[in-house]
């Protein structure tokens, strides 16, 4: 079967670094992506991985381990515009295969 | 450049209607999918189209929902006739020929059935 799991919740402070978690069990695997998704928009982009290792892009920061199928969002500089949801989804040939999602609260 | 764009933004509809959904992908993207998200569960897979060919209908949920993609610009997806458990978000996603490349969603079309 397939399985994608996350946190369902977070809450962390304004400045500072939150770090969401996933872990899958799914029968294929092209890569990793991470999504965000404000309530009533669209899920947009933020970061893939394919390869093990640690991508950076600006304050957005993902990492892949596909032995122990596992990654990771890192958020630093936790901004109040960063209350959202946070989307992991396995890529299977373009489709993909989503977690829950983690609704993460930043506070003032 | 437009993005994903999908309508109607909002339906409500009584049980045994019919409903159309329509997405407008991004210009030039190959790939078209299909999700629907159920209150309190994950985005799930429905289908993939490959310009105006059905790639993986693996997630459509029963015959009563129908995707179309004609000239394999914007696509379709009908539900006749609705039911109350085909209540949820519908997401259309567009991408590129390289299955690699990230997805661009649309804003989805929230579905209430009554």
């Known amino acids: 079967g397939q399985n994608i799991d996350q946190p369902t919740e977070m809450t962390a402070t304004e400045g500072a670094i939150v770090q969401i978690n996933c872990t899958y069990q799914t029968s294929g695997f092209n890569g990793l992506f991470w999504y965000q998704q404000h309530a009533g928009e669209a899920p947009t982009f933020l970061s893939y991985n394919v390869l093990d290792g640690l991508e950076e892009k600006g304050r957005f920061s993902s990492f892949l381990s596909r032995s122990k199928g596992y990654s990771y969002l890192l958020l630093k500089e936790l901004q109040m515009k960063d209350s959202a949801s946070y989307l992991c989804a396995v890529n299977q040939g373009g489709k993909l295969i989503f977690g829950q999602g983690t609704e993460l609260s930043v506070k003032p | 450049e437009a993005g994903v764009t999908q309508f109607p933004s909002h339906s409500v509809i009584e049980k045994g209607q019919t409903v159309t959904l329509r997405c407008d992908p991004i210009s030039g993207h190959d790939n078209l999918y299909w999700y629907r998200r159920v209150m309190g569960k994950e985005i799930k897979f429905l289908l993939h189209?490959?310009?105006?060919?059905?790639?993986?209908e693996s997630g459509m949920p029963n015959n009563r929902f129908l995707a179309e993609r004609t000239g394999g610009t914007y696509s379709t997806l009908k539900v006749q006739p609705a039911e109350l458990e085909d209540s949820g978000v519908y997401f259309c996603a567009s991408s590129t020929r390289d299955s690699r490349t990230e997805a661009f969603f649309g804003q989805g079309t929230r579905l209430t059935v009554v």
């Open positions: 189209f490959v310009k105006e060919s059905k790639q993986d």
